[in-house]
């Protein structure tokens, strides 16, 4: 990572942006090495410190971004453990380098369970269609896209173009939430032991968070039912929507057009989430008549300075396991959506009217 090349020991900037050159470039050498060696290369994304400050924090995200933008497959452990200031989450440090079994354990969750097979069936580097002409429309529907993990997530983040005006719930996340048990932990023996704080996760109750709007406005509705809602409006007008979330500092930020809308205190396991719709019956309706494009869906917790990087209509891959850009001509129930994201796994499509809508032919609405 950026540690172990001296970038917190270099003083001036000079010294720091030659840290940061040296870096990107002996980590293109290595992919290039590995290739020529038809050996396959997996990039996982500089990490927290804690000597850090804002501006060994700065440098560790724009590398992160950097590497983004590569054609090859990067796996996100700074959106796994990062306390918000680049720095581990309380429970989960080993030492100022290193994080403790928990925070191996929650960086390991970053994996996309299927992306090794994904690669070995050659699935590319995911981009945007070449030609994307078109968008679902999604009518009154309870759960009309749907996707279940594979197995355990912890830190993630759910992003999608939308628009509508009615009133209702657009995502809904369920699964349980987690309490975290901070435990004193020693490692060796003699004059330096090391002494450090581990946090222990376990499941504590079934929670079900919602994205939608209220009063004309985007809001999010946590797992304890605070509300947090954005200045934006919801009309005529196409909106990107992220929510992120990280499990080890137990946060959530709502986003609303690359902007923090706010955050919530919550620490989630999440085991389903549905686009278009609540999801059961239980939940408040979705709304009459939405449009949905462009649904990515992480396995690691998304920073501001990513979320501005979706908001430019970029591509992040980096821990993601689907990215559907919904510009599929059908949606037949039972069937997964187009997934360009480097993993064999994809929305469900359920039940409710799904249809492909053309950009440039004008649809009654």
């Known amino acids: 990572s950026l540690a172990n090349e001296g970038i917190f020991e270099a003083r001036t900037t000079e010294e ?69 200031n680049g720095r581990w989450a309380r429970g989960f440090m080993f030492n100022d380098k290193h994080p403790n079994a928990s925070g191996h354990q929650e960086i390991a969750l970053t994996f996309v369970p299927t ?13 945007k269609p070449a030609v994307a002409r078109g968008f679902a429309r999604i009518s009154a529907a309870s759960a009309p896209l749907t996707f279940t993990p594979e197995s355990t997530m912890h830190p993630f983040a759910v992003s999608m173009t939308v628009r509508t005006q009615g009133s209702g719930t657009l995502v809904a996340i369920s699964g349980s939430m987690l309490a975290a048990k901070m435990e004193q932990k020693r490692s060796g023996a003699g004059r330096a032991p090391v002494e450090f704080e581990e946090a222990v996760l376990s499941a504590d109750r079934p929670f079900t968070s919602t994205i ?22 919801a009309d005529e007008e ?14 959530t930020l709502f986003f609303v057009d690359g902007k923090l809308a706010g955050t919530v205190a919550e620490r989630l396991e999440p085991n389903r989430f549905v686009i278009g719709g609540p999801g059961s019956a239980n939940g408040t309706a979705a709304p ?11 396995r690691s917790a998304l920073n501001p300075d990513e979320v501005a990087v979706l908001n430019q209509g970029k591509v992040l891959q980096s821990s993601l396991e689907v990215y559907a850009p919904l510009v599929d001509t059908q949606f037949r129930p039972g069937l997964i959506v187009e997934n360009r994201a480097q993993s064999m ?14 950009d440039n032919v004008r649809q009654p609405r």
């Open 345 to 358: 796994t994809g929305l469900k499509i359920g039940s409710g009217r799904i249809v492909h809508v053309d």
């Open 212 to 233: 939608g709007v209220e009063n004309e406005k985007w809001a999010y509705t946590s797992a304890d039912g605070t509300r947090v809602t954005s200045s934006a409006a």
């Open 238 to 251: 196409w909106h990107q929507i992220v929510l992120s979330h990280y499990t080890a500092r137990g946060e």
């Open 115 to 127: 992306l090794f097979e994904a690669l070995e069936k050659g699935k590319a580097t995911p981009l």
């Open 288 to 298: 009459k008549e939405a449009d949905y494009k462009d649904v990515f869906l992480f």
């Open 16 to 84: 720091k942006d030659a840290v940061f050159q040296q870096y990107a470039d002996g980590i293109r050498g290595l992919i290039a090495k590995a290739r020529q060696q038809n050996i396959v290369p997996i990039v996982t994304l500089c990490y927290p410190r804690l000597v850090y400050t804002p501006i060994e924090y700065e440098y560790t995200r724009r590398i992160n971004i950097l590497q983004n933008s590569w054609d090859v497959p990067t796996v996100n452990f700074l959106g796994a453990l990062d306390d918000g």
